[in-house]
């Protein structure tokens, strides 16, 4: 089921509220399983033809309400389609997160991928090649090697920068409502993030969108993408599962 989008005036709250359409969380029927491409695969032409550059900066239509705040419980998220863009919103630690919901390097639906931490940080691990995103900043983490004791270890994690589109989340008067950093479909080089390649791809983000309900719990995996590390094991207990 697609998403109903609610796009609010800026005039208040209360008017918007009046506006809001039905919550539209995602999730349902089976996903067809998709073999991810190699990871050191080109980037996959999306499925639209780039449009002519705007000359001015659309206007943000405001806030959108996706669901009511008990839809997305500690641990949970919502996959959400607004203004043809995929994004996923996450409670983790009590707070709201968002994030481009479709993986900058290959499309992958990070959207339903498991959390780990990372330098202390909360990450969404993408199911297709294991890079990791934090989940506030849009940051991805890689991890260094280093020569210790006559070989070659793993070293601290470092980022990459911001590769990943973020958004404001927040409730009111229990209601969940997001804010997109951006409503253009190819933002000017300076607000370009490498995940707006991908933002509005239909068959990536459906992955994600139309993902059953499993998919959206906090789930752990047994091994990091270092093949070392049990990556969730700092967050095993402290989400429901
Ligand atoms: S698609 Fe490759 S890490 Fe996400």
């Known amino acids: 089921m697609k998403l109903f989008k609610s796009l609010f005036s800026s005039s208040g709250c209360d008017e918007a509220k009046a506006q809001a359409t039905t919550p539209t969380p995602s999730i349902h029927g089976p996903v067809p399983k998709v073999e991810p491409p190699p990871a050191n695969a080109e980037p996959a032409a999306t499925s639209e033809p780039a449009p002519a550059p705007e000359a001015e900066p659309k206007p943000a239509p ?9 839809t997305c419980p500690e641990g949970g998220r ?25 993986c900058f390097h290959a499309g992958g639906p990070l959207g339903i991928g498991d959390i780990e931490e990372v330098n202390g940080r ?3 691990l993408c199911p297709w090649h294991y890079y990791k995103i934090d989940v506030e900043t849009g940051d991805k983490y890689y991890q260094t090697m280093e020569f210790k004791e006559g ?26 409502y997001v804010q997109l950093s951006t409503y253009e479909r190819r933002p000017s080089h300076a607000d370009y993030v490498e995940s707006d390649g991908y933002a509005f791809d239909e068959k990536c983000g459906d992955r994600c969108l139309n993902a059953p309900p499993s998919a959206n719990k906090l789930k752990v995996h047994s091994a990091g993408a270092d093949g070392r590390k049990p990556s969730g094991q700092v967050l095993r207990g402290q989400y429901h599962t």
């Open 122 to 124: 909360k990450c969404i």
């Open 151 to 176: 070989k070659m270890q793993a070293g601290e994690w470092k980022s990459n920068g911001v590769r990943q589109r973020t958004h404001k989340a927040w409730e009111e008067d229990g209601k969940i």
């Open 62 to 70: 405001g806030p959108t309400y996706i669901g009511e705040s008990v």
């Open 78 to 102: 919502l996959q959400a389609k607004i203004e043809g863009r995929y994004v996923t919103v996450l409670r983790l630690d009590g707070k709201l997160a968002c994030i481009d919901a479709i």
